[in-house]
């Protein structure tokens, strides 16, 4: 009933504060996760991000981002999901860096009408890195033989337990330039004139928040409580927005899974599965985050 009374009441006459919900965004940006290690993609995203934005009367939607990257598939879908809501809903959008928001995490601070970060924050990290491992040696020393059939000559490029090929390579880096060009079409089409004219912008390089603001990387330095209080007023809410929970206030998680008939074997093979792609995810994860020296 109040918030009824209060819609039909002028804004300028409300007595009550501004709320901005807030949603975060932090993790490895990556299109499966874990129980053990949920990643940041569309799929984990978009019912947070679309609680966020039907918030009734917010006059904004503010994001706090933590990431050092990961997929750009999914830094773009989470990307264009929030623009897209941002203009069906007519809601500003601020991002708000945290430690860090570097390459694929950059790419998802490019949706807000705003990007504040900390002097301290890690920011940019424009362009496509692969990476991966050779065991062609490993393989011969403890006596396995790899064998590879395919129809197709190109359907087993850059097999880790082969040497690798030089034609293999020069595939991959001409996919990463495209990749490479279609971020930087982004940063363009999103910063446009605010960027700085410098050489070192699009090379992959990173900076700190205070060096993003002088390359036009962020619009201010700061943190979320104190911007949104001074830009909607010192009464200011903010509503952390968190994800929906099941039936009996959290998640199913790896007991739910696998069924309720299941034995002490699958339950034991299930957990053993997990363990071991937890291990693999958190080496993946952590690779990214070293990048950034954190």
Known sequence: MRRLFNRLIPK????????IPVVRLSGAIMASGSPMRPALSLATTAGVIEKAFAFPDAPAV???IN??????????????RIRDLAAEKNRRVFMFVEDVAASGGYMIALAGDEIIADPS?????IGVVSAGFGFQEMIKKIGVERRVHT??????????FQPERKEDVERLKALQLDIHDTFIGMVKERRGAKLADDPELFTGAFWTGERGLSLGLVDGLGDMRSVLKDR????????????????????????????????AGDLGAALAGNAASGLIEAAEEQALWSRYGL
């Open 12 to 19: 300028s006459l409300r007595g009550d504060a501004v709320t």
């Open 62 to 64: 503010a994001f706090a």
């Open 67 to 80: 990431s050092p990257g990961g997929s750009p598939v999914q830094s773009r879908l989470i990307f264009k």
């Open 121 to 125: 924050s890690i920011v940019g990290s």
């Open 151 to 160: 129809a197709g000559k190109n359907k087993a490029i850059l097999d880790p």
């Open 232 to 263: 909607y007023g010192p009464k200011t809410k903010l509503a952390l927005i968190t994800p929906q929970r099941g039936l009996f206030g959290r998640k199913l998680g790896i007991l739910g899974s696998i069924g309720h008939g299941a034995s």
